[in-house]
């Protein structure tokens, strides 16, 4: 399985652009990379998925350079609400065995 | 939005006390999966299934069981609950084709004296 490393916990401002980074050196070639959100008393949510290069939705872009050894999620413009613990996965998107790890993930606290 | 369901939100029980969590969903999908997490800790994988009658442990060693009778409906039962057993329970599901994309429940906060 493939293990993932975040950093423990980023702060920001307001207004700023944040980019989480997600190593994942043993990346199978099957593996799709998948970022979650979490607010405090609640289940993860979805926020987006990739595979290579550079995925945008309307909550956030997720870049992941060629040799797929890491990723990053890049949320624009952030706001006191984005204030959330942000796990990294990579797992195997087809119909096989899969079981996924979430990890410590990242805590993002956004600042007046 | 997802439409996955779980009951009790909240439950505070005595030691010894047999429980069941609920957890049910209404989009079709055939994998659900229940985590554990303590506050502020990482989520755990305690227990998965792959559609009915289907039931595997996860990687996190845990007292409780589950069933799979139905389709939508994944519950978690405790049948001595301690107090180690204090914790947040997340109940998942997903396609089977597509198991990164989970839809979480709210959670069953437990707290056992």
């Known amino acids: 399985l493939a293990k993932t490393t975040q950093p423990i916990s980023m702060d920001s401002y307001e207004g700023q652009e944040v980019n989480i980074t997600c190593s994942h050196n043993?990346?199978?070639?099957?593996?799709?990379i998948t970022w979650y959100q979490q607010f405090p008393s609640q289940g993860p949510r979805f926020i987006i998925q990739?595979?290579?290069t550079k995925v945008t939705n309307e909550v956030a872009s997720l870049f992941i350079p060629a040799d797929r050894k890491s990723s990053t999620l890049s949320l624009p413009r952030v706001s006191l609400s984005d204030t959330a613990v942000y796990y990294c996965?990579?797992?195997?998107?087809?119909?096989?065995?899969?079981?996924?790890?979430f990890g410590a993930g990242t805590r993002l606290a956004v600042h007046p | 939005e997802a439409d996955i369901y779980q009951t009790p939100r909240y439950l505070v029980i005595g030691t010894g006390k047999k429980i069941t969590l609920e957890c049910s969903q209404t989009m079709g999908h055939d994998k659900m999966y229940w985590y554990q997490q303590d506050p502020g800790m990482e989520l755990h994988l305690i227990h998965y299934?792959?559609?009915?009658?289907?039931?595997e442990k996860g990687d996190l060693s845990s007292e409780s069981t589950v069933s799979r009778i139905r389709t939508e409906h994944f519950p978690l039962t405790l049948e001595s609950a301690r107090p180690s057993h204090t914790s947040q329970y997340l109940c998942?599901?997903?396609?089977?084709?597509?198991?990164?994309?989970?839809?979480f429940g709210p959670g069953t906060r437990l707290l056992v004296l």
């Open positions: 996965l990579v797992g195997e998107g087809s119909g096989g065995y899969n079981k996924l790890i």
């Open positions: 990739g595979y290579k």
């Open positions: 299934s792959y559609g009915v009658n289907s039931t």
């Open positions: 998942a599901s997903s396609e089977i084709k597509d198991q990164e994309t989970q839809y």
């Open positions: 043993n990346i199978a070639t099957n593996d799709y």
